[in-house]
């Protein structure tokens, strides 16, 4: 698969999505991140009261799909899972303390792992715990990752009443060979029952997730897994790009490497996600992502205030992400910053009373620039070319250029149909290059 994705990739920094909020580690740019170099940009939260986005990294699954990159631990002792819960509480009393207790958060998004792993009584308390430090208004939208293997009627009721009003479902693939080839087995009966259950108790937004290049796909059999998750009738969906990377997720190891689809066969998949998705109604969005016309996501691209962090696409540009939890990352002015990876070593650092910080990279004005550029790109795939430099356009727009991806028009650096289509493939949240971004 490497040496297939070399010509495509030649010459191209590898510039991801973000919209896995905990795959990797920050990479070779990053430096220790302790109080004292956090200090100044928690302080200019504090006293600019921007808009703020709280990421809590709920970790567990109560198994490891080969299909996952993400910081993750099976996990089924409860006094192990009590614990992790009380040092959120602990986390999140430092971070108010840092950033302000009087931020009104614009986003509360609970993350995983399958959040649902964690008992009901886990769930509310920690929401209490969240209440108990940061103010959630009527404005906060409030996020969950769900394991549909997992969910019941109750608990959606449950969460529904505890204010969550996004909830995302991980999906994968629908087609059986598939998922036993990932070990993830969810009939498409089951989705059929969680999906309406869910438009019953009328959450505001159900998306789900597909993956593209897992081991077992075919185009033939992405073409009926499309047809099937477009009736199940999902407010948006995410095409995200699978590649397996034994050297960081060991696990992965057991994919069958001989039952991965080729680069061809992946970008005819995303591309029959595109036309089936799109002639069923939704918007195209970025560059992955399909929504129903009135999603808020469809109406920010429209309106041209679609953005992109280190969680995935949102609607306010502006907002800094603050993570909590085990890998959680957070997006501030100028820092990228993720916590430990390792679990004992972040229970460690909280319990002595201090941020479960790791690791950060710095962004200097180019960088902040190259990011709004690239972001641009993602969402919505022009920037005007009056805001770069020659050089600027050399380093960060010829690379595209000169493989087709994007081409210079009136005064605009514009993706063309071939980048939209095969860019999704390329920039991908699995390299650590993101994070200097």
């Known amino acids: 698969m490497k040496s297939t994705m070399e010509p495509w990739s030649s010459g191209m920094s590898a510039y991801p999505?973000?919209?896995?909020?905990?795959?990797?580690?920050?990479?070779?740019?990053?430096?220790?991140?302790?109080?004292a170099l956090l200090q100044p940009y928690f302080a200019q939260i504090r006293e600019e009261k921007g808009a703020l986005i709280l990421n809590v990294h709920l970790p567990f699954c109560p198994s490891r799909c080969l299909s996952c990159d993400r910081v993750?631990?099976?996990?089924?002792?409860?006094?192990?899972?009590?614990?992790?819960?009380?040092?959120?509480?602990?986390?999140?009393?430092?971070?108010?303390?840092?950033?302000?207790?009087?931020?009104?958060?614009?986003?509360?998004?609970?993350?995983?792992?399958?959040?649902?792993?964690?008992?009901?009584?886990?769930?509310?308390?920690?929401?209490?715990?969240?209440?108990?430090?940061f103010v959630i208004g009527a404005a906060t939208q409030v996020s969950m990752e769900?394991?549909?293997?997992?969910?019941?009627r109750a608990q959606l009721n449950f969460y529904k009443g505890l204010g969550i009003d996004h909830i995302k479902l991980e999906v994968r693939d629908v087609d059986a060979r598939v998922q036993r080839e990932i070990g993830r087995i969810?009939?498409?009966?089951?989705?059929?029952?969680?999906?309406?259950?869910?438009?019953?108790?009328?959450?505001?937004?159900?998306?789900?997730?597909?993956?593209?290049?897992?081991?077992g796909q075919t185009v033939e059999s992405s073409e009926e897994s499309i047809e099937a998750m477009i009736s199940l009738d999902p407010d948006c969906l995410v095409c995200l790009p699978f590649h397996r990377r034994e050297s960081a997720f060991p696990h992965q190891i057991?994919?069958?490497?001989?039952q991965l689809p080729s680069l061809a066969d992946r970008l005819?998949?995303?591309?029959?996600?595109?036309?089936?998705?799109?002639?069923?109604?939704?918007?195209?969005?970025?560059?992955?992502?399909?929504?129903?016309?009135?999603?808020?996501?469809?109406?920010?691209?429209?309106?041209?205030?679609?953005?992109?962090?280190?969680?995935?696409?949102?609607?306010?540009?502006?907002?800094?992400?603050?993570?909590?939890?085990?890998?959680?990352?957070?997006?501030?002015?100028?820092?990228?910053?993720?916590?430990?990876?390792?679990?004992e070593q972040w229970h460690s650092a909280v319990e002595s009373g201090t941020l479960g910080s790791a690791s950060a990279v710095f962004s200097d004005d180019n960088e902040t620039l190259r990011r709004k550029v690239l972001r641009g790109l993602v969402c919505h795939?022009?920037?005007?070319?009056?805001?770069?430099?020659?050089?600027?356009?050399?380093?960060?727009?010829?690379?595209?250029?000169g493989?087709?991806?994007?081409v210079e028009e009136n005064g605009e650096y514009l993706l063309t149909e071939v980048g939209r289509s095969v860019l999704p493939h390329i920039w991908t949240d699995s390299s650590p290059v993101f994070r200097t971004i």
């Open 268 to 343: 005819a998949m995303f591309n029959a996600a595109t036309e089936g998705f799109v002639a069923s109604g939704y918007d195209w969005v970025g560059l992955n992502l399909f929504a129903k016309p009135d999603h808020q996501l469809a109406v920010a691209q429209r309106e041209g205030t679609l953005a992109l962090n280190v969680l995935g696409y949102d609607v306010d540009p502006d907002a800094s992400v603050l993570g909590i939890g085990l890998g959680a990352l957070s997006e501030l002015p100028g820092l990228v910053v993720q916590n430990h990876v390792d679990m």
């Open 381 to 401: 795939q022009r920037i005007p070319a009056d805001q770069l430099t020659s050089a600027q356009r050399d380093d960060w727009l010829l690379p595209l250029i």
């Open 403 to 406: 493989q087709g991806f994007a």
């Open 17 to 35: 999505l973000a919209q896995s909020e905990n795959s990797l580690a920050l990479g070779d740019n990053a430096v220790p991140a302790d109080a």
């Open 146 to 152: 769900l394991n549909p293997r997992r969910t019941s």
């Open 254 to 258: 057991a994919v069958d490497t001989q």
């Open 186 to 215: 969810q009939s498409l009966e089951l989705l059929e029952d969680v999906i309406s259950i869910a438009h019953g108790v009328n959450f505001e937004s159900i998306s789900m997730d597909y993956l593209i290049g897992l081991p």
């Open 72 to 133: 993750a631990v099976v996990e089924h002792d409860p006094e192990k899972l009590d614990r992790y819960i009380a040092n959120l509480d602990r986390e999140l009393a430092l971070a108010a303390d840092a950033v302000g207790s009087e931020h009104r958060l614009a986003r509360l998004h609970f993350g995983g792992g399958s959040p649902n792993h964690l008992s009901d009584m886990a769930i509310g308390t920690l929401f209490s715990c969240v209440s108990q430090y």
